[in-house]
T-cell receptor
Framework: NAGVTQTPKFQVLKTGQSMTLQCAQD?????MSWYRQDPGMGLRLIHY???????DQGEVPNGYNVSRSTTEDFPLRLLSAAPSQTSVYFC??????????FGPGTRLLVL | GQQVMQIPQYQHVQEGEDFTTYCNSS?????IQWYKQRPGGHPVFLIQ?????EVKKQKRLTFQFGEAKKNSSLHITATQTTDVGTYFC?????????????FGKGTKLSVKP
């Protein structure tokens, strides 16, 4: 199993550009989440999903959209990137919302 | 809202010294999880504690969950350079929803050989 995969690994955007961060898991986990990690701030939940077709907001959802059309995929969309969205983004999946399996992360720089 | 506080934020130790990080929640937790993140890597699950007063060991690592299920600690005996990284606790509220898993800000451990 590949576990949780994320693409791209690195991305540079200009302010106002849009992009989608991809996340996929092959463990048949119902729960998937997106976190952002900033220095000194730990991991903050952006959006999460408890199953296909169901999404909900986390602690810091503004500026991000998600959808969950399949169990495997949970893309994160930045509609109009801002410098404040410069961060490392981690996708995670879990069985029943318990142990989180994290992907390798996407490092995003917004200029 | 619920907060999970973790201290210290940084810890520098000499190889062979012990290390402890503490996690405190403002609310009673259903369980607490611990993760380790190596520099440049992603968080990796270490353990989950569920029962009041629970103590679990993994080689040189000892994890404790408080009697009131509001605090937890991770203790590393005789640190090694391989222990370098950031250790996160994550508290799960009752209800078990993904949105109820709150991470502490982490303790960054550096080990001087």
């Amino acid at each position: 199993n590949a576990g949780v995969t994320q693409t791209p690994k690195f991305q540079v955007l200009k302010t106002g550009q849009s992009m989608t961060l991809q996340c996929a898991q092959d463990m048949n986990h119902e729960y998937m989440s997106w976190y952002r990690q900033d220095p000194g701030m730990g991991l903050r939940l952006i959006h999460y999903s408890v199953g296909a077709g169901i999404t909900d907001q986390g602690e810091v959802p503004n500026g991000y959209n998600v959808s969950r059309s399949t169990t495997e995929d949970f893309p994160l969309r930045l509609l109009s990137a801002a410098p404040s969205q410069t961060s490392v983004y981690f996708c995670a999946s879990s069985y029943g919302g318990q142990t989180q399996y994290f992907g390798p992360g996407t490092r995003l720089l917004v200029l | 809202g619920q907060q999970v506080m973790q201290i210290p934020q940084y810890q520098h130790v000499q190889e062979g010294e012990d290390f402890t990080t503490y996690c405190n929640s403002s609310t009673t937790l259903s369980n607490i999880q611990w993760y380790k993140q190596r520099p440049g890597g992603h968080p990796v699950f270490l353990i989950q504690l569920v029962k009041s007063g629970e103590v679990k060991k993994q080689k040189r690592l000892t994890f404790q969950f408080g009697e009131a299920k509001k605090n937890s600690s991770l203790h590393i005996t005789a640190t090694q350079t391989t222990d370098v990284g950031t250790y996160f606790c994550a508290g799960m509220n009752y209800g078990g929803s993904q949105g109820n898993l709150i991470f502490g800000k982490g303790t960054k451990l550096s080990v001087k050989p």
